[in-house]
Structures are given as C-alpha cells and as structure tokens.
C-alpha cells in the first residue's frame, strides 16, 4: 500500500510539472522560453550528471552523489524511508555502498526533456550486487528520477528505484 502512495505521488508530481509546461501565460511567453531551450543540449547535459554519477558510485563517494541533488532533493530507496535534503541523501548513499560487494550500474533509456526547459524526465534500468553474507546477490530493477535546473545546472529533485524481483515473504 505504501509503495502505492509513493508511485501514485510521484506520478501526481510529474502530471503537475507537465500540465504547468504545457500552459503557458501566453504565445509571447512561451516563444521566449522555448528560444533559450535547447532540449538536446539539456539532455546532453543530464547524460553526463548520470555518467558522473556512475563515477562517484565506483569510487564510492557518497558526498559527491549528494552534490547531484538538489538541495530539497529526495532518494526513495525501496524498503527504507525517504532521504530528504543533502546531508539525508548522503546517508543514504553511504548505507547503500557500504553493503559488502556492493556494485550498482544504471542505464537511462529514455530522457524528456520539458518544453520550458526547467525539468526533466530520466527513465531507465539498474542492476545491483551485493554481498552481505559473503555469496553475491544480484538485483535488477527500474528507476526514474526527477531533474530540475538550477541556474545552470541539472539536479535531481526526486530519485526513486525498485525492484523487478517478487517481495520475499517474512
């Protein structure tokens, strides 16, 4: 049920931040924003946070993922609370990669960028390791994450992922 709520809320966000792009204030407004908006280069831009963010995930840098969000940013982990704020997306990470055998790969399959520029949608795949009791467990999954500009840089504003494998009982 919780997991539910949570999807559901994500969903509501993103149906938001698209109905509010999607209706301008006016014609003029509009064509101004869409001429400062390069959707490749903006796409271009997110590519290369994911690519660094694979970097900081190798070297295991908790502080530097962290630096990727916002500042009011949130990692949803499955089966764990909300990491809300830097210094909570940073224990997050930290607790993550500190799991024995730990490896984490992602793959964006699809990233939209909003036709005013200041969001964007990242959607793609995640495979995991770990080794807590010494015998590598492997997850695949799906995740999306949010991004917002800020100035001139990309964001993440909400980062959720779970799993494609079926709960365990207990």
């Known amino acids: 049920m919780t997991k539910t709520r949570l999807l559901l809320s994500v969903a509501a966000l993103l149906l938001a931040a698209c109905q509010a792009v999607e209706k301008p204030a006016n014609d003029v407004a509009q064509a101004n ?3 400062a908006v390069d ?10 946070n994911v690519d660094r963010w694979m970097e900081l995930v190798k070297a295991k840098d908790a502080a530097g993922i962290a630096q990727l969000y916002a500042e009011d940013g949130a990692v949803m982990p499955p089966n764990a609370p909300i990491g809300k704020g ?4 940073q ?56 991004w917002r500009k800020v100035g001139s840089d990309w964001k993440a504003a909400a980062d959720i992922f779970n799993s494609d494998l079926p709960p365990s009982g207990g």
């Open 39 to 48: 959707p490749g280069a903006d796409e271009q831009a997110i590519r290369g």
């Open 86 to 89: 830097r210094a909570a997306i």
């Open 33 to 35: 924003s869409s001429a």
């Open 91 to 146: 224990q997050t990470w930290d607790a993550m990669m500190r799991t024995p055998g730990f490896d984490l790969t992602i793959a964006p399959e699809q990233i939209v960028v909003s036709a005013a520029g200041d969001m964007a949608l990242d959607r793609g795949t995640y495979r995991l390791t770990v080794a807590p009791d010494g015998t590598a467990q492997t997850d695949t999954g799906k995740y999306v994450v949010v």
